[in-house]
C-alpha cells in the first residue's frame, strides 16, 4: 500500500541506511537489502552524503545503477531522498571528517571558517556553495541526474549558534539556491530533516518554527516554491510530533503534524525503532505499527540492512 502526494506515490515504509560499518561486508548486505525491497514494493529510499562515511550513498548507487541498467525498474516508480550539512567523512578516500572538512571544503575554498556553525563535536553549515558540492557528490554517487528530495540536515546546529535573525537570511539565500537548483533539474524538492528543530520547546536555542520556515520559502519563490517535506523522529516513546502543541499557524497552536498538514507540508519520520536500540524489543512489530497508523506520516525511515528485516517489514504493509 503506498500513500500519495500531487507528484508522487511512496510506499508506507522506506528503506532507511543511516545505521552500520563503514565496511564492504555491510555494504554488501546493505545492496542486497535495497535490490530486493525495490523489487518487492518499497519505492522509497532515504539516504545522506554523512552516512556511513558516504558509502550509504555509494551503495544506493550500484544498487539503481545495476537495476535501471536490467530494466528491472524505471526511474520514475521510485524516490530517493538524501540530506547535507553536517560535515561528511569519506572512508573510500580515508578521510575523517575533520579531515575532509580541511583538505576538500577549506583548502580548495568551498568554505571559509565562518560558514561553520559548531556545537560540541557537531559541525553544520547553511552556505549555498556547500549544497552545491553536496549535491553534485550525492548525484554522482547515486548515479542519478535528479534527486527526488534534497533535505537540510539537523538545521538546529546551525540555529543554535546563528539565532533567529541571522539564521533566516542565511535560510532565504539558501532557499533561494535550492529553486535555482529545482529550475536546473538537479533536485525536485527539498526539505529539512531534523532531529529535534521542529519538536523541542519554542523557548529552545534550537526551536526552528515550520510557520517561519514555509515564510521563508514563500518569500523566496512565492506559492510554488518547492519546501514539501520535513523529516522528524517519531515512535512509541517519543509522539512529540503528534501530541505536544509547540508550532504555531497563523496565531494558534499545533502539534507538528497538525501545522505540516495546515501549511501544505508532507512529513517523513525516522527512528521507529530508536536508531536500532528497540530492534529487539518484544513487540517490535507492533511499535512499527503504530508509527504506520499515524495519520499525517506520509512515510517512516527504516534501516534495514539485511533482506530478512526487509521482508519482517514488508509483511507490515
Known sequence: ???????????RIALG?????????????????????????INFIDTALNYRGMRSERDVGAVLSKLFKKDRINRDDIVVSTKAGIIPGDIDLQLRPENYLKEKLLQTGILQETDLQIVDQHKHVLAPCYYEFAIEQSLKHLN???????YIHNPEISMKVLGEERFYKNLEQLFSFYEDQVLAGKIRFYGMAAWTAFTVSPGDTGYI?????????KNTAGSSHHYRFIQTPFNFYNQIAATDQNQQVQGKWRTLFQAAEELDIYVTTSAPLDCGRLKNHQNSKKLIRFVLDTPGVLSTMIGMRTIQTVKRNLALI
Open 17 to 41: 541506511t543511516h545505521l552500520g560499518e563503514m565496511n564492504e561486508a555491510d555494504s554488501a548486505l546493505y545492496q542486497e537489502s535495497i535490490e530486493f525491497a525495490l523489487c518487492n514494493g
Open 209 to 217: 518554527s515550520l510557520e517561519k520556515v514555509i515564510e521563508t520559502a
Open 144 to 150: 542519478m541526474d535528479t534527486i527526488d528530495i534534497h
Open 1 to 11: 500500500m503506498k500513500r500519495t502526494t500531487p507528484w508522487f506515490d511512496v510506499s
